[in-house]
């Protein structure tokens, strides 16, 4: 039994049914009847009644044809509920995810990058990613005009995050007084040295709100926009 009238002889038969049933048409606000082009789940029931009491006692409806009207309509009424259902999970994760953005708005979080923002004392920090073991790591702190003003060795190391700090000074022992730095690092394997990849700590400075298909991404000073997939730690 379909549950939506699409011909006008279709929806002729369907009307008078529903007169039969004492089913009333839809109205609008100014009274005036409407054509009802859908079936509601008291309708079907009710014409699911009318029908049993109709047919022909010598060729009932089989059990099987009843079951699968039955079926069908138990399927497209849990579809609309899935449906509403779906809906307001939709909004609470939409919810979720502008509470959780707010909470990380102001952290210092680790993101790739080698341009980093001196913190309240001066200095900055961040770690080297290592892809194998090294003999030797070394980084290489300079202003963003290129002049050196300090070199960290920070020795034998296995793979993994290798965490550095620098607390603002030269090689002297005297304040920078610089507010970005670039950092550049090597790791020696053997008999050979290469460039390492480097990771800064940055304040987030905003969160971008993007659709609930899309991952979450941040402003990070210093490293500018990063995806959230990119923090590789967050300082409380």
Do not use: C, H
Request: neutral net charge; charged residues 15%.
């Amino acid at each position: 039994m379909a549950t939506t009238v699409n011909s006008t002889e279709s929806q002729q038969t369907l009307d008078a049914l529903l007169a039969k049933l004492g089913v009333k048409k839809q109205t609008d606000t100014s009274g005036t009847r409407t054509t009802k082009s859908q079936l509601g789940q008291e309708d079907f029931l009710k014409l699911m009644t009318a029908q049993m009491q109709n047919q022909d006692p010598f060729q009932p409806q089989s059990n099987d044809q009843m079951i699968a009207q039955m079926a069908q309509f138990s399927t497209v009424t849990g579809i609309q509920q899935l449906n509403s259902t779906m809906s307001g999970v939709a909004t609470e994760i939409s919810q979720n995810r502008i509470a959780t953005a707010a909470t990380f708005v102001g952290r210092t979080v680790l993101v790739p990058g080698n341009t980093a923002l001196a913190d309240e004392s001066g200095g900055i920090s961040g770690a080297i990613d290592l892809e194998k073991p090294a003999g030797a790591v070394t980084v290489r702190i300079a202003t963003e005009q290129g002049a050196l003003v300090k070199t960290l060795d920070l020795g034998a190391n296995p793979a993994g995050l290798v965490g550095f700090a620098w607390d603002g000074k030269d090689e002297k022992g005297n304040p920078v007084g610089k507010d970005r730095y670039v950092v550049s690092a090597t790791m020696t394997s053997g008999n050979t040295t290469t460039a390492a990849k480097s990771n800064v700590y940055g304040p987030i400075t905003e969160a971008t709100m993007a659709s609930s298909l899309d991952e979450m991404s941040f402003k990070v000073g210093g490293a500018g926009t990063v995806k959230l997939s990119s923090i590789k730690s967050i300082k409380y």
